[in-house]
C-alpha cells in the first residue's frame, strides 16, 4: 500500500486518545480485584457472588466483541466509539453509586457492553488512520505498550484507590477520562465507515455469534468452581459449539454476513489470531499465578506486588517497540516466534519458584525475559492478523484481534486455576502451594510452545493490497481510499 500523499497531521494526537481509551478498558477489566473484599462488605454479597462483579464484565465484554467491531464498520467508526464512550461514562457513575449488589452487578454488564464497543472501535480506527506499513507498525506497537502497562496499573491503582477513598473511586476515576476522551473526539477522529450499498445489518449472525461467545466465557468463568468435567460445563461448551456451527451456516448463507467468511481463508489473519489467543493464555495464567505465589508464599500485599511487578510492562514496552520494527523490515513469523520462545523461557525460569525464595532470586530474572517476549509477540501477531484486511471490514478484524486476546486470557486463567490451584476453601503447606505453581507455570510453558509452533505457519512477508476501495469520511467532505484484497508483498522499510 502506498502512503496517503497527505496523512493526517493529527493522526498521533488521535493515537494517543485512542490508546488512553484501551488503558481505561483494560484498567477496568481487573482493577476490582482488590476491591472484592470491600464491596462484598459494603454491599452484602453472599456465597461467593461478589465474584460476579468482575465476570459480569468479562462476559459482555468477551461476547459482545465481534458485533462491536462490525457495528463500527457499517453505522460509522467515530461514532460509535463516541457511543461506547459515553455508555462506559455512565455505567462507571452507576458502578460508583451502586446501593445493592444486583445494582453494581448490572451496571458492570453495562460497563462491558460499553467496552466491547471501545476498544475494537478504538483498534480500526487506529488502522484507518494509519497508512499499512511502518507507520501502522509504530502506531501498534505504542498501542501494545500502553495495553501491557494497563494491566498492571490496575494493581498499582486499585489498591491505594480502595484503601484511601473507597472502592467507589476505583470507577469514579473513569469519569474524567471518559469526559476528556468523548469531548476530543469530534476534534481528533475521522469519521469513516465501510463504502456499502447499504446498512443491512445480520441480525440472525449477530444474535448467534454473540450467545456462543457469550457462553463460551461464562463456562470458562465458571469451570474452576464447578469443574471441567460438571454436566453444566459440557452442556455450555456443546452448545456454544453449536452456536457457532449455526453461526457458519448463517453467514454462508447470508446476502450481508457480519463476518464474511472468506476473510479466514487468510493464513495471516487465522494465524495472526491463534498466536493472540495462546498468548493470552500464556500471559494472563502466568500473571495470575506469580500474584498468588508472590502474595500466598512470599506473604506480598497485593499493592507491593504490584510494584515489584512493574518491571515486566516495562519491558513489555522495550518489546513492542522493538518487535514493530523488526516485523517492518522482516515480517510478523520471526518476530513472533522469538517473542513467544521467550515468553517461554520466562516461564521456565518462574517455574523454578521455591518455598524460601525472595523477589530477585524467584521472580525477577523471568518477568524480565518474559515481558519483551509478551511486547514482540502481541505486536506481530496483530500486525499479521490486521494487514491486508479490506477498509470495510477493518472493524470486524478488530474485534476477533481483540477477541482472540482476551477470550485466551480467560481460558488460561480458567485452565490455571484448575491444574495447580487447591480447592475452594483448602489451605495446604507452602511446600504443596509451591509445587502447585510450578504446575501452572509449565502449563503456561505449553501454552507459548504451541503459539511458537502456530506462528511458523505466518507468512514471512504479510502481503498488501492492491486496488482501492472507498471510504466515506465527514471531515471536510473527503473521500478516504483504502487498499483491498489483491495482494502484493511489503517492501522494507527503507522503500516504504
Same mark, same amino acid.
Given at each position: ?32 480485584? =482488590? ?32 458485533? !462491536? ?111 476528556? =476522551? ?165 516461564? &521456565? ?16 530474572? !523471568? ?37 482472540? +486476546? ?29 509445587? !502447585?505453581?510450578?504446575?501452572? +507455570? ?14 511458523? &505457519? ?8 492492491? !486496488? ?29
Amino acid at each position: 500500500m502506498n502512503p496517503s500523499p497527505h496523512p493526517d497531521p493529527l493522526r498521533w494526537k488521535a493515537l494517543a486518545l485512542l490508546c488512553a481509551a484501551d488503558f481505561m478498558v483494560i484498567l477496568d477489566a481487573q482493577i476490582v480485584i =482488590l476491591a472484592l473484599p470491600s464491596i462484598q462488605r459494603d454491599l452484602g454479597f453472599s456465597g461467593g457472588g461478589e465474584q460476579w462483579v468482575m465476570s459480569a464484565y468479562l462476559l459482555t465484554f468477551g461476547g459482545l466483541l465481534l458485533l !462491536g467491531g462490525r457495528s463500527a464498520d457499517l453505522l460509522g467508526r467515530r461514532r460509535m466509539f463516541m457511543i461506547g464512550t459515553a455508555l462506559f461514562l455512565f455505567s462507571s457513575l452507576l458502578c460508583g453509586f451502586a446501593w445493592t449488589g444486583g445494582t453494581l452487578i448490572v451496571a458492570r454488564v453495562l460497563q462491558g457492553v460499553s467496552a466491547a464497543i471501545m476498544a475494537p472501535t478504538a483498534l480500526s480506527i487506529l488502522m484507518t488512520t494509519f497508512d499499512e506499513g511502518t507507520e501502522r507498525n509504530k502506531a501498534l506497537g505504542v498501542w501494545s505498550a500502553v495495553g501491557g502497562v494497563g494491566a498492571t496499573a490496575a494493581l498499582l491503582v486499585g489498591g491505594p484507590l480502595t484503601s484511601w477513598l473507597g472502592w467507589e473511586w476505583i470507577f469514579f476515576i473513569n469519569v474524567p477520562v471518559a469526559l476528556v =476522551l468523548f469531548g476530543l473526539s469530534p476534534v481528533l477522529l475521522k469519521e469513516s465507515r465501510a463504502a456499502t450499498r447499504g446498512r443491512n445489518f445480520d441480525l440472525a449472525g449477530a444474535v448467534t455469534i454473540t450467545a456462543a461467545l457469550a457462553l463460551l466465557v461464562y463456562a470458562v468463568v465458571e469451570a474452576p468452581d464447578i469443574g471441567w468435567s460438571h454436566p453444566r460445563t459440557l452442556l455450555l461448551h456443546c452448545l456454544s459449539a453449536l452456536l457457532i456451527a449455526v453461526f457458519v451456516l448463517v453467514e454462508s448463507r447470508s446476502r450481508a454476513p457480519l463476518a464474511p467468511l472468506r476473510i479466514f481463508r487468510s493464513r495471516a489473519l487465522a494465524g495472526g489470531n491463534l498466536v493472540l489467543l495462546l498468548l493470552g493464555m500464556a500471559a494472563w495464567g502466568m500473571s495470575f499465578t506469580v500474584s498468588e505465589y508472590a502474595q500466598q508464599v512470599l506473604g506480598y500485599s497485593a499493592l507491593m506486588f504490584g510494584l515489584s511487578s512493574a518491571v515486566m510492562p516495562v519491558m513489555a514496552a522495550v518489546g513492542s517497540v522493538a518487535g514493530q520494527a523488526v516485523v517492518t523490515r522482516t515480517g510478523p513469523r520471526r518476530v513472533a516466534m522469538a517473542g513467544m520462545a521467550l515468553t517461554g523461557i520466562g516461564c &521456565l525460569l518462574l517455574a523454578q519458584v521455591s518455598v524460601g525464595g525472595s523477589y530477585f532470586e524467584d521472580l525477577f530474572l !523471568g518477568l524480565l525475559v518474559f515481558g519483551p517476549g509478551l511486547g514482540a509477540a502481541f505486536v506481530a501477531a496483530s500486525v499479521a492478523s490486521l494487514a491486508g484486511v479490506a477498509e470495510r471490514e477493518s472493524g470486524l478484524a478488530s474485534g476477533l484481534n481483540t477477541a482472540s +486476546f482476551q477470550i485466551g486470557g480467560a481460558f488460561g486463567v480458567a485452565i490455571l486455576s484448575t491444574v495447580g490451584m487447591p480447592g475452594a476453601g483448602a489451605h495446604p503447606p507452602l511446600d504443596v502451594l509451591t509445587e !502447585g505453581f510450578r504446575t501452572d +507455570f509449565a502449563a503456561s510453558i505449553a501454552f507459548s510452545a504451541a503459539a511458537l509452533l502456530v506462528a511458523l &505457519l505466518l507468512p514471512g512477508r504479510i502481503r498488501r493490497a492492491r !486496488g482501492v476501495e472507498p471510504a466515506l469520511s465527514k471531515r471536510e467532505g473527503t473521500t478516504l481510499t483504502k487498499h483491498t484484497e489483491e495482494c502484493i508483498l511489503i517492501p522494507s522499510a527503507n522503500a516504504s
